[in-house]
């Protein structure tokens, strides 16, 4: 078995059929197979599966995780999954057809262990005014990723879990998904795929973004409101928070720092300098509302959610002692 596409589910059966639809456009040479990890759905999910099944152009397998987490149901599949090369997505996506395709072909040409691709918007309702085209900020709120038409390594860089594919050696080499820190119901926690990147670093595993590797994921209405944006920020605060307690990593800039936490000055569990950048960031705020400058204001507001989401979960773990920048904690298989 060449490819394996593993998509975790989630009460979705309405949207992963049309999902399964997309799969079933796939032009792929080599033998592949699709697997599908219900992670307790309420829905009909397990029977849309069963009936795609009927007559998938590929064998097309159901599975069920009873732990809750999207990381758990991918690690799932991934202990089952019979091929070479792993990718995974979403319940809520499109495929291009040439997708598993360009995936083998960047993994040869780049000589990486795995990818990260695009991830191009498919609007359920108006994009407001706040959430800009391009990339910015807000295209993680939605998982959306565009990083441009060329490839570039996943050193400064992360990708998002809707579009990536690996050799099945690196999962080997670096471990499966951690739980604890990805998306589960009742939680927008989400810094699972750069922990796992971190690991896959220490483990001295390339990773790249590949342009030619493209999803379109559907961005549904209920999450193209600030509020949602608001709490999304909160929660990715406490996700940052909770990577920085295990691993070191700057919460602002965790590819790209150089500082050893361990020997930065500390408030409340928070490295001192934090306290001024959101203070900052409370008056450029003020200062956008003045001008009447509602995007800018906005952008300042989330960052101010961010911040009150370190605050809540390093408040918690404020006496527990910051790991150094270059211990790597390296998890077991879930």
């Excluded at 119901?185 to 971190?198: I, M, Y």
């Amino acid at each position: 078995m060449k490819f394996s596409v593993v998509i975790a589910t989630y009460n979705r059966a309405e949207e992963l059929v049309k999902t399964l639809d997309s799969l079933r456009k796939l032009q792929v040479a080599d033998p592949w197979e699709v697997l599908i990890v219900d992670n307790n759905s309420a829905d009909n999910t397990k029977e849309v599966v069963l009936k795609a099944a009927e007559d998938f152009p590929v064998p097309l397998r159901y599975l069920h995780e009873q732990q809750q987490g999207r990381s758990a149901a991918l690690n799932t599949g991934i202990k089952a999954a019979k091929g070479e090369i792993i990718a995974t997505t979403d319940d809520d996506v499109r495929v291009d057809p040439d997708w598993l395709t360009n995936a083998e072909r960047a993994l040869q040409q780049l000589g990486c262990d795995y990818l990260g691709g695009k991830a191009l918007p498919i609007w359920s309702g108006q994009r407001p005014a706040w959430i800009p085209e391009g990339r910015s900020i807000h295209w993680a709120v939605i998982a959306l990723l565009d990083y441009g038409p060329k490839p570039l390594p996943l050193d400064d860089y992360v990708a998002i879990g809707v579009n990536m594919v690996f050799r099945r050696e690196a999962f080997e080499r670096a471990g499966l998904w951690d739980n604890t820190i990805g998306r589960k119901a009742g939680t927008l926690l989400g810094q699972e795929v750069r922990e796992w990147c971190s690991r896959a670093r220490a483990a001295n595993l390339k990773g790249f973004y590949s342009p030619d590797l493209v999803v379109h994921h559907v961005i549904p209405a209920d999450r193209l409101t600030k509020k949602y944006f608001r709490k999304w920020f909160y929660w990715h605060g406490i996700s940052r928070a909770i990577l920085y307690q295990t691993k070191g990593l700057d919460m602002e800039s965790p590819e790209s720092t150089a500082l050893d936490f361990s020997t930065v000055p500390h408030i409340a569990g928070i490295p001192r300098y934090m306290f001024r950048t959101y203070l900052q960031s409370f008056f450029s705020m003020i200062s956008a509302f003045v001008r009447a400058d509602q995007a800018a204001a906005f952008e300042h507001e989330l960052g101010l959610w961010f911040f009150a989401g370190v605050v809540k979960e390093r408040w918690k773990d404020r006496r527990q002692p910051i790991p150094p920048r270059r211990d790597l904690v390296t998890l077991q298989d879930n």
